[in-house]
């Protein structure tokens, strides 16, 4: 592909990142140097509000980037839960790092490069920018919020570089160019909302983050709430700025709700847990996010988050010897880690998951990398059996049920050892066959838009 220099880059882009989606420049370089290091891009918050967040994806890509390095490899092949599980849930071996017998990919070494975007989504425009063009990565990784992914995604289509996102999201991504190892809603919100109606009731209400991660999360609720027997009686979306839940609160307790489900995010709306436990409000709380990524059962006194009833791919508290080893390597490295959350294994997996791609390719040449992630391929992470569906770029979870009690012991109350990324596939998803750009939301399905 014709190559595009960062001045033809910066002249095309006179209209300004406002308006990035409208560009029209040739793809920049996509095949490997296949000398050197392999340049892996990552773009994680190192400070602003979802430091709390970023800096441990940031540090599980480091670890697995040293153990590459070091010539080892999680367990993979294309068949399902099983071929190192008992009974498709648990492994019977202590670890599923393995020797690999290549120092690196192919004999190079990873060169990590990771700017900090700073929770900004014009920094991560402008870095994905630079990532791609400037520093000529070979792949792209990061992101926390589902706003700075829709920034950088744009830029990512038109480069035509390979990007991972390495979140639990709302779902919905189908982009030829980008791979999805986190939870997404018929992963965490449906079996949570199952979860909760059956054991608290029917009545429900959703503070939401004011962006799209909170609107179409609310949105799946919405859509999925009759069909389980459940109602919403209240919802209100929270701009990332408020720290005060005085009147949110109120609201609650005014529509007599059985139950909350739960979409606030952010350091900010963490306040929200130690306000509610002062006033009294005493509900219990699904979500798709506590607990295993802001591990606010960890950084408040108890009982703030008593009731709080979680989906999660992954907790630092799995009781596998799998976890345990996984947990064991994580810090002996990072000791003084506050907590390993689901996004941190996240970003580990993708990150070995990328380095097994481009050993079956025997390049790190992107078309060749992702015809092999296309191909069927599943590895063995320390939380279970994961698999990149072809179809969606997204992966099956091995998804537990997570309950925190009032001294914020968590407990795994349910458990599903495989599920798949479903929901696009059943809207006609096949980047396979029919590469797309988009993000679809539950309003794109005629069985989910009668409602909401």
């Known amino acids: ?63 697995a980037i040293k153990e590459i ?22 492994s019977e071996l202590a670890d599923t790092l393995v020797e690999s017998g290549d120092k690196g990919i192919n004999g190079r070494q990873l060169e990590l490069i990771s700017p900090d975007p700073q929770s900004e989504p014009r920094m991560y425009q402008q870095l994905t920018k630079r990532l791609g063009l400037e520093d000529e990565v070979d792949v792209i990784m990061g992101a926390f919020a589902s706003a700075n992914r829709e920034a950088m995604r744009p830029v990512i289509d038109q480069m035509k570089k390979m990007y991972w996102y390495n979140n639990q999201y709302e779902g919905g991504v189908a982009d030829k160019y980008t791979f999805c190892t986190g939870a997404v809603a018929e992963q965490q919100i449906i079996p949570a909302m199952q979860y909760c109606i059956s054991k608290f009731g029917k ?74 436990n002062a006033a009294g409000l005493k509900r219990p709380m699904g979500s798709s996010i506590n607990l295993a990524q802001g591990y606010e059962h960890k950084r408040f006194a108890a009982p703030a988050l008593a009731g709080m009833n979680v989906a999660v791919s992954y907790m630092e508290e799995i009781p596998t010897p799998r976890n345990q080893a996984f947990v064991k390597r994580f810090r002996a490295m990072f000791p003084d880690e506050p907590y390993i959350q689901q996004e941190a294994h996240s970003a580990y997996v993708a990150t070995h998951l990328y380095a097994v791609a481009c050993r079956l390719a025997k390049t790190t040449e992107q078309g060749a990398v992702m015809e092999v992630l296309e191909s069927g391929i599943g590895i063995e992470a320390p939380a279970g059996w994961m698999f990149m569906d072809p179809a969606t770029h997204h992966m099956s979870q091995h998804i537990r049920m997570a309950s925190c009690d009032e001294n914020h012991n968590i407990t795994f109350v349910q458990e599903w050892p495989s599920i798949e990324p479903w929901w696009t596939r059943r809207l006609g998803v096949n980047l396979v066959k029919n590469p797309e750009f988009k993000q679809y939301t539950p309003a794109d399905d005629p069985a989910f838009k009668q409602f909401i």
């Open 1 to 63: 592909m014709p190559r595009t220099t960062r001045r033809q880059f910066l002249a095309g882009s006179a209209a300004g990142i406002a308006a990035v989606g409208t560009l029209g420049f040739p793809a920049i370089k996509v095949r490997a140097a296949e000398n050197g290091p392999v340049k892996f891009g990552l773009l994680e918050d190192q400070s602003g509000n979802f430091a709390l967040f970023g800096l441990p994806k940031l540090h599980a890509t480091q670890l």
């Open 69 to 90: 390095n070091d010539g080892f490899t999680l367990l993979s092949g294309p068949t399902g839960p099983g071929g190192t599980g008992k009974d498709g849930a648990y």
């Open 203 to 276: 009545r429900i209400y959703i503070p939401a983050a004011d962006y799209n991660f909170g609107q179409l999360s609310a949105m799946w609720t919405r859509a999925m709430a009759p069909l389980l027997g459940g109602e919403v009686v209240g919802q209100e979306f929270i701009p990332l700025s408020v720290t005060d839940f005085t009147s949110t609160i109120a609201r609650i307790e005014q529509a007599k709700a059985d139950w909350l489900m739960m979409y606030i995010t952010g350091q900010n709306h963490a306040n929200f847990y130690p306000q509610a």
